[in-house]
């Protein structure tokens, strides 16, 4: 019983158990389908590609889990959340696509400027994008969610603005390579695993982690302290800002075109809920990257597993909610101290009997 | 001191109906050749944004405790869907159906409220779940795009016009026109004064404000500030309900995508009006001006037939960035006194 409880008071354990119940459940259901029972962890090579479920999530989880990174700085520094990233993410697809095709351009199989400008101007905005948010934040003292709330309703829009509101496809195939394969390995993953060994280098290696979190647990304090706090906080943005357009790179390369009214929609809520299924407190302070990307492939699991029991894709939300909610309820204050009141009772009682 | 704050205030609302009627004076002059001029176009900018009016009373309830509600929009589309298959596949009659959206509503509300005001649990963290759940159980009802055309009632209330008794105008084919209004127009004025009354008047009202202005000395006072918070949510997702049987009057169908991105016109338009996002202050007058001014940028971009529909949302986020920031300066004015 006591090793239970050590067990769940570990940080990662919230993700890692949600992991595993995901993947327990498509276990139940493959079995209950009549298929082999481990068909989730399959990965067989395919046409010279890795092919199964896990890749599929391991891929298709890519954005959420670049997101996830960015996200997790910004919680943790400024105790809110950054919704506008799904429609930075569109933003980002705009801008490449409309500098490597040309303004005015819909569909186009040669590039009109170099592919590395083309990604170098997108992640640009992106930066500056996230510069803004962290203006308005940081130096403005808005709350987040409402300062991010502009860029959420004008980053799409300046998107669609860009591309002339229609669908662009560049048809290159040194364009589409981020979103295909490398050798037998899908490009996303690689992309991925690279943010993520550079974000875990950045926090492991430099003080830059432990400044956030300090900021995050108390501004004030770590102003006194010496720490230009609102410098630190416009930082997260800006990296945030970078990982959404980041991301967008991936899911625009997927698609070879922007697509800006679908891509990166709703990924908001994806990335925040990875954070919070993460282990991470929304409300700020001590933050846990390892948590924040298991969490981001366990959203991803679950979407592909909806996905291969016949959700269709505009009823999924519905699934998504009620996970966030309940975590969120699980993490709220109140239920937590009527559980442990609840536990001390027992103790009580326990100690009662046995005197 | 306190003469200067109620200043700061009302200078918020005060420039806030200056741009209203800055920005629809300009829309006459440069679009007077296109009816722009009209009062019937006004008119149509309150025909068009009723719902909008509704949603917006209710959200800046919500934004007067401090909170915030992003679940509107998709609740609207949950209602439209709900009232548009209620009465097409379920051959339901449409009085019950719209009772029902209502007692949605306030369940709806009652969930979102205890989880925010009982579970201390972020609101925006809380609504963004109600949203994902209304959109997703929008596409659980039906699919496809529902269109009411059975229930005689209902295309009865939608079809129904009420003429003004004066500006009319004669049309090109020499016929005196008067100017009219929906059934949905005079629902949403209701709602406005009524909410007025409420927040001027009543208990509830101005403990809203109390609330919004300081929790603790709200708590002090001696207020229930945990009911208060659930009893404004719960108002504004009854408000957005009553919204969404406007909004279904106007379009008459119900789809999956259905007011995506009102949210943002609700809280903008609030914003807009002099709404503080940290509570506390507030009126609905500045809302319904705020809701006229979104209105208004959307009427000129269509107007104007060449622009993208998405300037309207630029100029929407521009103004909203404008005000916020400007909020953000009288804070801190503030402050220094």
């Known amino acids: 019983m006591s090793s239970i409880r050590s067990l769940t008071k570990k940080r990662l354990?919230?993700?890692?158990?949600?992991?595993?119940?995901?993947?327990?459940?498509?276990?139940?259901?493959?079995?209950?389908?009549?298929?082999?029972?481990?068909?989730?962890?399959?990965?067989?090579?395919?046409?010279a590609v890795l092919y199964g479920r896990l890749i599929d999530v391991l891929n298709r989880g890519s954005e959420?889990?670049?997101?996830?990174?960015?996200?997790?700085?910004?919680?943790?520094?400024?105790?809110?959340?950054?919704?506008?990233?799904g429609s930075v993410m569109s933003l980002y697809a705009g801008v490449c696509c409309m500098t490597l095709a040309g303004f005015g351009e819909v569909n186009v199989s040669q590039y009109a400027n170099p592919l590395l400008l083309g990604i170098g101007a997108g992640l640009l905005v992106t930066c500056i994008c996230g510069l803004f948010n962290g203006f308005l934040v940081a130096y403005m003292n808005i709350q987040p969610m409402v300062a991010t709330l502009i860029l959420w309703s004008a980053g799409r829009a300046i998107g669609l603005l860009l591309c002339n509101s229609q669908i662009v496809y560049v048809r290159v195939p040194s364009f589409q390579k981020l979103g295909a394969y490398t050798g037998f390995m899908p490009t996303p993953i690689i992309v991925a695993a690279i943010c993520i060994a550079i974000a875990a280098v950045i926090l492991r290696f430099?003080?830059?982690?432990?400044?956030?979190?300090?900021?995050?647990?108390?501004?004030?304090?770590?102003?006194?302290?010496?720490?230009?706090?609102?410098?630190?906080?416009?930082l997260c943005y800006v990296i945030c800002g970078l990982c959404a357009g980041l991301a967008g790179m991936v899911a625009t390369s997927r698609i070879y075109s922007a697509d800006t009214n679908n891509i990166g929609l709703n990924m908001e809520l994806d990335a925040i809920l990875a954070v919070a299924l993460g282990g991470n407190s929304l409300g700020g302070g001590k933050f846990n990257l390892a948590g924040s990307i298991i969490g981001a492939y366990t959203i991803q699991a679950i979407t592909t597993t909806l996905y291969s029991m016949g959700v269709s894709s505009a009823q999924a939300p519905v699934f998504k909610a009620v996970v966030v909610i309940i975590i969120v309820v699980i993490q709220a204050e109140p239920v937590k101290e009527y559980f442990k009141k609840v536990s001390s009772k027992r103790a009580a009682v326990k100690e009662a009997t046995k005197a | 001191m306190n003469r200067k704050k109620i200043n700061g205030n009302n200078l918020l609302l005060l420039i806030t109906i200056a741009l209203f009627v800055l920005m629809y004076a300009a829309g006459c002059i440069v679009y007077g050749s296109k009816g722009f001029a009209n009062l019937q176009s006004f008119l149509n900018i309150l025909i068009n944004n009723a719902g909008l009016i509704c949603v917006t009373c209710g959200m800046t309830c919500v934004m007067l405790t401090g909170g915030i509600d992003i679940s509107v929009g998709s609740l609207i589309a949950m209602d439209c869907m709900f009232l548009a298959v209620g009465m097409e596949t379920w051959k339901m009659g449409s009085q019950v159906l719209m009772f029902l959206v209502l007692v949605i509503g306030v369940v709806f509300g009652l969930v979102q409220g205890f989880c925010i005001a009982y579970l201390d649990i972020q609101p925006f963290i809380v609504t963004m779940a109600g949203m994902f759940f209304a959109r997703g159980m929008t596409a659980m009802i039906c699919t496809q795009q529902v269109s009411i055309v059975s229930d005689k009632f209902f295309t009865g209330l939608s079809s129904m016009k009420f003429s003004l008794p004066f500006g009319g105008y004669v049309n090109k084919k020499?016929?005196?026109?008067m100017p009219y209004v929906r059934i949905t127009v005079i629902v949403a004025i209701i709602v406005v004064v009524l909410i007025f009354l409420m927040l001027k008047y009543t208990r509830f009202g101005r403990s809203l404000y109390a609330v919004g202005g300081n929790q603790q000395s709200a708590a002090l006072m001696g207020l229930n500030v945990k009911k208060t918070k659930l009893k404004a949510y719960v108002l504004s997702s009854f408000l957005t309900s009553i919204g969404g049987i406007c909004f279904c009057l106007?379009?008459?169908?119900?789809?999956?995508t259905q007011a995506t991105g009102l949210e943002m016109d609700a809280i903008s338009s609030a914003v807009i009006g002099g709404t503080l996002l940290t509570g506390g202050v507030g009126n609905v007058v500045g809302s319904l001006f705020g809701v006229l001014i979104n209105g208004t940028i959307s009427t000129l971009v269509k107007t104007n037939g060449k622009l993208i529909s998405s300037w309207s949302n630029i100029v929407t986020a521009i103004l909203l960035c404008f005000f916020i920031v400007l909020q953000s300066v009288f804070a801190k004015v503030k402050e220094k006194k």
């Open chain 1, 206 to 234: 430099t003080a830059l982690g432990t400044y956030i979190q300090s900021v995050g647990i108390n501004k004030k304090a770590s102003r006194i302290a010496g720490f230009n706090s609102a410098k630190i906080i416009l």
């Open chain 1, 64 to 85: 959420i889990a670049i997101l996830a990174i960015g996200m997790t700085l910004v919680v943790s520094s400024s105790a809110g959340t950054d919704i506008s990233v």
């Open chain 2, 174 to 177: 020499g016929i005196l026109q």
């Open chain 1, 13 to 47: 354990f919230l993700p890692i158990f949600s992991m595993l119940l995901v993947m327990l459940i498509n276990v139940i259901y493959d079995v209950a389908c009549g298929n082999p029972p481990l068909g989730f962890f399959v990965i067989t090579i395919k046409n």
């Open chain 2, 250 to 256: 106007n379009t008459m169908a119900g789809t999956t």
